[in-house]
């Protein structure tokens, strides 16, 4: 029958609240079988105590443990408010004992690193009470108990009779009709005995609970209104005096417990096991901090890259040279160039290419290799034209300028930064200087565009020195004169100005899907083509192996710390049996058990994992220092993109739940009876 709380009770007066039925219990001890309980009968109401009599090894424990709910009997029933419990489900058991029983042990069971209040709490906080409520019911029940003053007392430093009282509180937490106690008094002197026996008396003669007392002293049967002497599983029955009837105790309709309050009790463990706990996290700091920097590193190199190829023009441009490339094998750019037969670009050429369907315009390309001057100073320059204004608007065309402005003035020249600095012999602030003063250029040599293959040729004709105005700064690794100024020179190197065979020219597609198809075309009309798209996708391919061999690295690191954390989970458990005993005892379900190891696990990966986040990014700017300190690399090569963090808490997190899963179904299938049994 489903177990349901909120059915009403039978009445009082006819319906004991506990009914054995013909109940027998065997264990198999090796082959051996051991019958615990034989054929046993009997039944006990409100308001009354039962004590329960006889030698070690009778079966007393086994009754108490069939009564409660913490172990199923072979045959027979068990009724409790009229409803048969010896076929409920884990998950009923645990209910029932949540709602309808309060267990008190001999050795008291109370969790050692909590407070006596923590432990009283502790019931409510599996049946998912508020924080307030249980709290203040907690401290109404140590009252009860006489113990108002000891609250905040751990186990350790309460006497036996004072813990054992703590224990009742703890029982009663939950106000069960029916508490259960294993020979309470058996590890107290006779004064605190006594105590013990008058609180749980009176918890059943004033308080309406029923009381079922395990003891193989004598002295208590005046105590008891039921007196079950059981000998080897035989249960005979004696009533000494059933009581009129007293107020009845409802049983009450609790939850379970929520993941935020198991959440705090994994927390509370951990903080009490911190330096085993800082030891596992370390191992996933470690790995994730690896990989984190591995990543990184990886990434950040690949977007350095990506950036300088990306400033080398738009996406959609694309190089043309008139013939073949000669020497580009063994770079990662030269499977990207397609090769053909030799035609000459013209001006013609130029409308032609610009003509064609998916074009969107066509342009010079050219390379200029020139000396520069200023006051003294002397480096060289490599200057491109830039594109006529009409493509201005298109993305990625235009260099980025970090000072001044680009302008179509004749004569005006944009410098890379390193150029400047080296002509104002200073660094990034000192160039500005530079702004509007005329610079004296020696052109040395032509060449086609970046990547066309075509080798350096000197001038025809002498050139003259040319003086250009300096118009901005700009982060490339290339110079850019208007484009008229380069038409003029481009004429004045050529041998025959009437008929100009450019070097190189760039065409820009409509849109970057065109790309492809259009540099397909020119490619069939006998040119060289290379396009930026296939230099970005062969990094891409390139730099995905190295991302994925350094993040592997950083895997096995993390895989490692994941196998810590497994064996250190499973210590735990081993460790924590009688915990986990005492939490199924008072009602914790299977999956409260796992799910408290696992959010014990999660945690130790999480803190690990944002550790090594920060140790990651911490190494990683260090390295990005240095970098910045000995070379050009302006932004270092280190990068920690928000999806990099994603990654780092999603495998710290991840692999500490993989590691905890084991121990944690471990601990959770663990028989209640045999955790909680004395070794
Ligand atoms: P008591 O509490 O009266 O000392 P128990 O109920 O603990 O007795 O045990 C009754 C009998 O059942 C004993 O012979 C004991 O050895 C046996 N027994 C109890 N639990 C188990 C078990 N899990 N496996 C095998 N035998 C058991
Ligand atoms: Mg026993």
């Known amino acids: 029958?489903?177990?349901?709380?909120?059915?009403?009770?039978?009445?009082?007066?006819?319906?004991?609240?506990?009914?054995?039925d013909h109940v027998t219990k065997e264990y198999l001890r090796g082959n051996e079988k051991v019958i615990a309980l034989r054929d046993v009968s009997f039944s006990i109401s409100y308001g009354t105590v039962a004590v329960v009599l006889g030698p070690s090894g009778g079966g007393k424990s086994t009754l108490l443990h069939i009564l409660g709910g913490m172990d199923r009997p072979t045959t027979g029933s068990i009724y409790v408010l009229g409803q048969d419990i010896s076929g409920w489900t884990s998950d009923q058991l645990a209910k029932y004992r949540r709602e309808t029983v309060g267990f008190i042990f001999q050795s008291f069971h109370l969790i050692t690193n909590m407070t006596a209040l923590e432990n009283v709490e502790l019931p409510l906080m599996l049946a998912g009470v508020p924080k307030e409520t249980r709290r203040l019911r907690a401290m109404e029940l140590l009252d009860r108990v006489g113990l108002a003053d000891r609250q905040n007392h751990k186990p350790g430093e309460l006497s036996g009779g004072q813990a054992q009282r703590v224990a009742i509180a703890r029982a009663l937490a939950a106000d069960p009709p029916l508490i259960l106690a294993d020979e309470p008094t058996g590890n107290l002197d006779s004064q605190s005995g006594q105590e013990i026996m008058s609180l749980l008396t009176a918890l059943a003669h004033e308080d309406g609970h029923c009381v079922v007392i395990v003891t193989h002293n004598e002295d208590f049967v005046p105590y008891a209104d039921h007196v079950l002497r059981i000998k080897d599983g035989n249960v005979q029955e004696q009533v000494q005096n059933r009581p009129s009837a007293t107020a009845e105790i409802q049983r009450g309709n609790l939850g379970h417990a929520r993941w935020l309050t198991l959440y705090a009790l994994a927390w509370h463990s951990l903080v009490k096991r911190l330096a085993r706990g800082l030891l596992t996290g370390l191992g996933i700091a470690i790995g994730v901090a690896a990989m984190v920097l591995l990543i990184g590193l990886g990434s950040g190199l690949k977007s350095n890259v990506v950036q300088g190829v990306l400033s080398l023009g738009p996406l959609n441009a694309i190089n043309v040279a008139p013939e073949a490339a000669k020497s580009q094998s063994g770079g990662f750019l030269g499977p990207s160039v397609v090769s053909g037969p030799s035609h000459p670009i013209t001006q013609k050429t130029l409308v032609r290419f610009a003509h064609l369907p998916d074009a969107r315009g066509a342009y010079l390309n050219v390379t200029f290799v020139a000396g520069a001057t200023y006051r003294g100073r002397s480096t060289t320059a490599a200057l491109n034209p830039l594109p006529p204004v009409k493509f201005w608007s298109v993305p990625g065309v235009l260099p980025t300028t970090l000072k001044g402005r680009v302008s179509s003035k004749p004569l005006h020249v944009l410098l890379p930064e390193s150029v400047a600095e080296a002509l104002v012999g200073g660094t990034h602030p000192q160039v500005g200087r530079l702004l509007g003063k005329t610079i004296v250029l020696h052109i040395e040599t032509v060449s086609g565009g970046l990547f066309s293959g075509q080798g350096l040729t000197g001038p025809a004709h002498p050139i003259r020195n040319q003086s250009v105005i300096v118009m901005g700064i700009i982060n490339s690794g290339l110079g850019f004169?208007?484009?008229?100024?380069?038409?003029?020179?481009?004429?004045?190197?050529?041998?025959n100005a009437r008929h100009l065979h450019y070097p190189g020219a760039t065409v820009l597609a409509r849109s970057l899907s065109q790309v492809a198809p259009l540099s397909h075309q020119i490619g069939a009309m006998g040119y060289s083509t290379t396009t930026l798209q296939q230099a970005l996708h062969s990094i891409d391919k390139s730099f995905s192996l190295i991302e994925t061999g350094l993040g592997a690295v950083g895997g096995i690191a993390l895989v490692v710390?994941?196998?810590?954390?497994?064996?250190?989970?499973?210590?735990?458990v081993l460790e924590r049996r009688r915990e986990i005993g005492i939490l199924r005892a008072i009602g914790a379900r299977r999956r409260d058990i796992s799910r408290l190891f696992l959010l014990e696990a999660l945690s130790i990966g999480l803190i690990g994992g944002i550790v090594g986040i920060a140790i990651g990014a911490g190494v990683g700017s260090g390295i990005n220092v240095l970098v910045q300190h000995s070379s050009q690399v302006a932004h270092g090569?280190?990068?920690?993109?928000?999806w990099l963090v994603g990654i780092g808490l999603l495998f710290g997190g991840g692999i500490s739940i993989i590691a905890g899963a084991v121990p944690a179904s471990h601990a959770s299938s663990l028989n209640p009876v045999d955790a909680l049994r004395q070794e």
């Open 1 to 20: 029958m489903p177990y349901d709380s909120t059915s009403p009770l039978p009445p009082g007066e006819t319906e004991p609240l506990v009914r054995i």
């Open 481 to 495: 004169v208007p484009y008229s100024t380069a038409e003029t020179w481009f004429k004045d190197f050529s041998s």
């Open 561 to 572: 710390a994941g196998l810590m954390i497994g064996v250190v989970m499973s210590m735990a």
């Open 637 to 642: 090569i280190f990068t920690l993109p928000l």
